[in-house]
């Protein structure tokens, strides 16, 4: 077992352009489907933010670097902190232990960069016990699984002649009873299907007492792995003839080959005596065959099996409607072997927290969040207060001794750590005074935030963020701002301006946003749009993949002289407008600039409309210029009609 770290390896957060390349990772390592990019998009729709996190090789000339270890990480939001969760991973080699740690030391960095409370992994490994205790030396200790820790994985790799006859006598028996009283099994092509297989779902919840997804959670699925996506998804359906067009019984399975997984299932108490579930398993371990899978799950039975085999020893005519100990007997006539995983594993980074989230406590978790958010933005406060002041010469320093000096850096060294609730790694806190000096809200964020009305619910994306001033001015406003930039240095402004704030940064270029489309509620681009130069209607094409259609909305802005003449859609050879330093770091500059007519042409290149336009006097200007030079605000959607932009 290798304990090594690789240096070279660099730690990359991919994006859904990159799906092909993780697929294909996760496939070579035998991954779950649950790791797959499809996966990241399913969850990304129903409540979750997926990060596809990768160890790669440096990047080549014509590639973005081999792969050698990825975790998809999924984050749900807790008030004004989050949950992160690793589905049947990471994929990594569990032998290289260096490897392992090297991933594990990034995961950790981003589950705090995003406020993670506490960090559960379910490994797709067999329970082992050296497993076990690489866990264990990880810091991970054994929790209550999420998805099924024991399934029956059945062997299809042989010819099918093979794997019928690997079954038992009364399974096979069942597959060809169902044949012989006319079940007739076909895979669905379109989502209207999934109508009727979600009408046997309900009974079934009802009939067996489980909970499943809402309809949309499946239309989602059939969507994104269906035959008009990915196609690593089957929806079979069984009908009989005398039940008229409904479907008796339905299956859904996934095939990531190696592996093939029954994922969902459901029937009816219509032609139960015809077998149609035996049946419906038989196509669909076909279909996974033909597929290239050679391992079959089952997916999930009971926990307790050991006790559940000794007390039906020998019974071979066990009713399989008798509970979870039927599901058992009818998974295990299939002729598989009982595989149990590891199971799930929690890391915390904030235990009392941690603590009331698994106690389904949300109403305490919530409000003892907002307790730690308002307590570190203070902490911090004092923090700053506590730091030496420069000494004035003429005065004395009344406190030089070495006690007084061990009894301050213990102090400052206190509020520090207490400080550092938001579980990042610990950073050198940058020279807040530019940031104190500049407003949080500029006009022009003024007018951003009254046309775009926001009403609390939203998600939104502050793309080119620079100082971060309009993600601090809507934080306020809105579910949760996550900021973007190209320089990894501005994160540092935006958690000054932040405080206590729910405001996440990112790294990102504008015009390849690491975000799955349909993200966000508002996008807003404060920085002034000559500036993106060339690049500009890439950046508003990507801020119109990421907007949700037909209500999500974009804000931006830039700078104009009025009366200006300009013909140039680019605007390259615009008169120039000089402009005033926007914050620390910035120094003046004469850059052209976009009129309103022309922003418009390119948002309307970018399957963009403006619905609303305000202008206004540049505050800041010398009073002499002010008439002459003027900013614009305009607040655009996304059209429902965009071709291959559509969110539909």
Not at 72 to 99: E, H, K, M, N, Q
């Amino acid at each position: 077992m290798s304990l090594v770290t690789n240096p070279r390896l660099q730690p990359v957060i991919l994006t859904a352009r990159d799906a092909g390349r993780w697929d294909s990772f996760v496939r070579e390592q035998g991954g779950s489907v649950l790791q797959s990019s499809g996966w990241a998009e399913l969850k990304q729709q129903h409540g979750w933010r997926p990060l596809m996190l990768a160890l790669t090789d440096p990047p080549a000339a014509n590639d973005g670097g081999r792969i050698r270890a990825a975790a998809l990480l999924l984050l749900r939001r807790v008030g004004p902190f989050s949950v992160a969760y690793i589905p049947r991973g990471p994929v990594v080699d569990w032998g290289d232990f260096g490897l392992v740690r090297q991933l594990f030391k990034q995961v950790h960095a981003v589950a705090r960069r995003h406020r993670a409370i506490a960090l559960t992994l379910e490994p797709n490994v067999a329970e082992a016990a050296t497993m076990q205790q690489r866990l264990t030396a990880l810091g991970f200790s054994p929790s209550p699984p999420l998805q099924p820790r024991n399934t029956i994985a059945v062997d299809i790799s042989a010819k099918a002649e093979a794997v019928l006859a690997a079954m038992k006598p009364k399974t096979r028996y069942n597959i060809r009873l169902a044949a012989k009283r006319g079940v007739q099994v076909r895979q669905a092509t379109t989502e209207a299907d999934l109508d009727g297989f979600y009408a046997l779902m309900q009974e079934t919840a009802s009939r067996d007492s489980f909970g499943i997804h809402a309809l949309e959670y499946y239309r989602d699925c059939f969507r994104i792995f269906g035959p008009g996506g990915s196609g690593d998804c089957g929806l079979f359906l069984a009908h009989l003839p005398t039940e008229g067009d409904a479907p008796i019984a339905g299956l859904l399975a996934f095939a990531l080959p190696p592996e093939g997984i029954y994922m969902y299932g459901a029937s009816g108490e219509r032609g139960r005596a015809a077998m149609p579930n035996h049946l419906l398993q038989w196509e669909a371990i076909q279909w996974c065959k033909g597929r290239s899978c050679t391992r079959y799950d089952m997916w999930g039975v009971p926990a307790n099996i050991v006790a559940a085999e000794a007390a039906h020893a020998g019974d071979e005519e066990q009713n399989v409607r008798d509970g979870l100990w039927g599901v058992y007997r009818f998974k295990q006539g299939f002729g598989g072997q009982l595989y149990t995983f590891v199971g799930a594993w929690d890391y915390d980074y904030f235990a009392p927290l941690a603590r009331l989230y698994r106690s389904r406590r949300p109403q305490e978790l919530v409000a003892c969040s907002r307790y730690f958010v308002h307590l570190q933005s203070t902490l911090r406060s004092l923090a700053t207060m506590t730091e030496q002041p420069k000494q004035n010469p003429n005065i004395a320093d009344q406190s030089t001794g070495p006690g007084a000096q061990a009894s301050k850096a213990t102090e400052a060294g206190n509020f520090q750590t207490m400080a550092d609730l938001d579980f990042r790694e610990p950073t050198t806190q940058a020279d807040s005074s530019a940031a104190v000096a500049a407003p949080l809200a500029s006009h022009q964020v003024a007018v951003m935030l009254k046309l775009a009305a926001p009403h609390g619910s939203e998600r939104l994306l502050d793309i080119a963020t620079e100082h971060g001033r309009a993600a601090a001015a809507f934080a306020p406003k809105v579910a949760e701002v996550i900021a973007v930039d190209r320089d990894p240095a501005a994160e540092a402004e935006v958690q000054q301006v932040a405080g206590g704030g729910h405001i996440y940064f990112q790294q990102a270029e504008a015009d390849d946003l690491p975000f799955a489309a349909a993200e966000f509620d508002l996008v807003t681009i404060h920085r002034p749009l000559h500036k993106f130069g060339s690049d500009l209607l890439a950046v508003l094409k990507e801020a119109r993949r990421v907007l949700r259609t037909p209500n999500g909305q974009l804000l931006v802005f830039d700078v104009v002289r009025r009366g200006e003449d300009n013909s140039n859609t680019r605007g390259v050879d615009a008169s120039p407008v000089s402009e005033p330093s926007s914050g620390a770091g910035e120094s003046d500059a004469a850059v052209a600039s976009y009129t309103a007519e022309q922003l418009k042409t390119l948002l309307n290149d970018a399957d963009l409309f403006a619905v609303a336009q305000e202008q206004l006097t540049r505050p800041g200007m010398p009073e002499e210029q002010s008439p002459d030079v003027m900013a614009f605000v305009i607040l655009a959607k996304p059209r429902q009609n965009a071709g291959q932009n559509s969110n539909s």
